[in-house]
């Protein structure tokens, strides 16, 4: 059983940027970050395999936010700039265990973080 810490989230401007973190207590393969805003329903916005030669990103977020990872650390980070109030949801870390097609698919990942809010204001 893997556990995942999320940290980083919080309230910034239109425009701003945040910084949002996840260490993983085991191995893990592919890491990534889902939303859910309120009334919506969960959407993956990013993913990344272990070196982080294969990534994938929403298009609402393509060009402005990054993942990456810290294979030492067990740790993913998504980098998030030019954050608009859509954006304005809770993120979520999500890891699996095994190689897999690490794209952004729910049913993909069986580790998940608690969640932590991230809210953009205009």
């Known amino acids: 059983q893997v556990q995942l810490v999320e940290s980083g989230g919080g309230s910034v401007q239109a425009g701003g940027s945040l910084r949002l973190s996840c260490a993983a207590s085991?191995?893990?393969?592919?890491m990534g970050w889902f939303r859910q805003a309120p009334g919506k329903e969960r959407e993956g916005v990013a993913t990344?395999?272990?070196?982080?030669?294969?990534?994938s990103y929403a298009d609402a977020v393509k060009g402005r936010f990054t993942i990456s990872r810290d294979n030492a650390k067990n740790t993913v980070y998504l980098q998030m700039n030019s954050l608009k109030p859509e954006d304005t949801a809770v993120y979520y870390c999500?890891?699996?265990?095994?190689?897999?097609?690490?794209?952004?698919?729910?049913?993909?990942?069986?580790?998940w973080g608690q969640g932590t809010q991230v809210t953009v204001s205009s």
């Open positions: 085991g191995y893990t393969y592919c």
């Open positions: 999500a890891a699996d265990s095994s190689v897999s097609r690490c794209v952004r698919s729910e049913a993909d990942f069986p580790y």
């Open positions: 990344s395999n272990p070196g982080g030669g294969f990534t």
